[in-house]
Each structure stands twice: as C-alpha cells, then as structure tokens.
C-alpha cells in the first residue's frame, strides 16, 4: 500500500465545476496545519467567472495585492487574469480553480 493520493479523473474536476455555491462547498479541499488541525478551505469555482467581468476584476485585484508572495511576478492586468482563467485554469477539462473564501465567493454570488 502507497501513500500516494489518488489523482483526480476528468469526470471528477468536471463535477467540481460548479455555478451553485452550495453545490461547491460539498466539494471543498481542507486546508491543515502541520499537524493535521483544520485551518480553512478551499471551494471550488466554476465557470460564472468567464461570463462575469466583475469576478475577473476581483481576482485580478487580488493577485496584484498578493504578488509579492509569489514566485513569478508579473503585471496582474484584467486582460491576462481573464486570459489565463480561460486558456490555462477553469476553461480546461482537466484544471482546477479553487478560491479562498473571504465571507461568500463573488463567484456565487
């Protein structure tokens, strides 16, 4: 027996991929300490934020408030959040795009 996790197969990402908030946070990947003590989650989004300029904003303006803490830096504009939600992130049969919930996803709302 391997302690190796089980990948996540095309038919479950799509399943993730939801518009219903309650729906998502049935979903939901905990996130732990190191000591394995529940900390928060992760939800799931789905794709409302490609039909949603407002959602694209709020991402985007998030990721340039955060930008120091990541290890790529680039300019954060609209115009690639969107792009990259699109052709690399929820857009994708086999991606995943999980937000941080901050009270209610904008996403769902």
């Known amino acids: ?17 939801t518009d219903e908030l309650r729906d998502a946070l ?9 000591l ?5 989650k ?3 989004v789905g794709p ?5 300029a407002t959602s694209v904003i709020a991402i985007c303006d998030w990721h340039r408030r955060l ?5 790529t830096q ?4 609209v115009e690639r959040t969107a792009g990259y939600l699109r ?14 919930p901050v009270d209610t996803p904008r996403h769902y709302q």
């Open 36 to 40: 394995g003590e529940p900390l928060d």
């Open 74 to 77: 680039f300019e954060s504009t």
């Open 67 to 71: 930008m120091r803490i990541f290890t």
């Open 1 to 17: 027996m391997t302690n190796e996790a089980q990948q996540p197969t095309a038919s479950s990402i799509a399943m993730m991929k």
């Open 26 to 34: 049935t979903m939901v990947i905990p996130i732990l300490s190191d």
């Open 87 to 100: 052709d690399l992130s929820i857009d994708q049969p086999e991606r995943l795009f999980h937000a941080y």
């Open 48 to 52: 409302r934020p490609l039909k949603d």
């Open 42 to 44: 992760l939800v799931p």
